[in-house]
């Protein structure tokens, strides 16, 4: 599989989230059910807060600490679980993952080889933003971000 990794500066990007502090073996199983809650809570979302945004998993560390949710178009008052949050901003290195979402792992880990081949240090921060299927494949295509130094 080829991976094509990109340096880019990108903004902080508004999000409705669940967080989690969780491990990795755990995760599987705990991504979906945080995730429909933020579908719940967009179902009802307050006036002018934009619901159809792509879905959006941020892991700020190794533990892992997740944030799981969806893009919206602006900061918003928080309720229950369901946190106004944003995905970082600042220099990344990037990659398209297209294909099976069960290897999306060779995709962060070509962008991990990629950085440490051109002298980018890793600031453990990463995400992925969920795109729209393939209409070709049916899997979706995801966006891979690592915030460098």
């Not at 008052?77 to 106004?84: R, T």
């Not at 069960?102 to 990463?126: E, F, K, M, P, S």
Request: proline share 7%; aromatic share 10%; charged share 15%.
């Amino acid at each position: 599989m080829s991976v094509n990794v990109t340096l880019v500066s990108v903004e902080a990007s508004p999000t409705a989230v669940v967080a989690a502090t969780t491990t990795w073996a755990e995760f599987p199983s705990l991504w979906k059910p945080m995730l429909d809650k933020v579908w719940s809570f967009l179902a009802n979302a307050p006036a002018g807060l934009y619901k159809d945004g792509h879905n959006v998993m941020l892991y700020k560390d190794d533990l892992p600490s997740v944030e799981i949710g969806v893009q919206v178009n602006r900061p918003f008052k928080g309720s229950g679980h369901i946190l106004s949050s944003s995905l970082p901003g600042g220099q990344v290195a990037t990659a398209r993952h297209a294909g099976p979402i069960d290897r999306i792992g060779d995709t962060h880990l070509a962008v991990c080889a990629w950085c440490a081949a051109n002298g980018y240090r890793l600031r453990r921060q990463r995400w992925e933003i969920y795109g729209d299927p393939d209409p070709a494949t049916g899997e979706f295509v995801v966006d891979v971000f690592w915030l460098v130094v």
